[in-house]
């Protein structure tokens, strides 16, 4: 089954960097776009970042453009997400996101992994 392992949060401060991971089995990764969000507590779930299936193109959420950068490794499985100059409000559940269709859209989801920025 479609299976999606996100890892490599943690806690750093103001300013530092983490590098995120997602995973993915039970798929042709190499077929689908694939996409990073994130929720804070209390807000909604909001789009990162997206890739396509060969990583010519990306987009980014405004807020974090220009320091995230969202890759991917065909050969591994596995996307990436590089997050720079990293700010309290980057604090937040991350989670990967792969769609597809089957007779109707089904969304997968990681379970998540936790990115928390303070001093």
């Known amino acids: 089954q479609v299976q999606l392992v996100e890892s490599g949060g943690g806690l750093v401060q103001p300013g530092g960097s983490l590098r995120l991971s997602c995973a993915a089995s039970?798929?042709?990764?190499?077929?689908?776009?694939m996409s990073w969000y994130r929720q804070a507590p209390g807000k909604e779930r909001k789009l990162v970042a997206t890739?396509?299936?060969?990583?010519?193109?990306?987009d980014y959420a405004r807020s974090v453009k220009g320091r995230f950068t969202i890759s991917r490794d065909n050969n591994k499985n596995t996307m990436y997400l590089q997050m720079n100059s990293l700010k309290p409000d980057d604090t937040a559940l991350y989670y990967c996101?792969?769609?597809?269709?089957?007779?109707?859209?089904?969304?997968?989801w990681g379970q998540g992994t936790q990115v928390t920025v303070s001093s």
């Open positions: 996101k792969v769609d597809m269709y089957d007779r109707r859209w089904w969304s997968y």
């Open positions: 039970g798929f042709a990764f190499r077929d689908y776009p």
């Open positions: 890739i396509t299936t060969t990583g010519e193109r990306t």
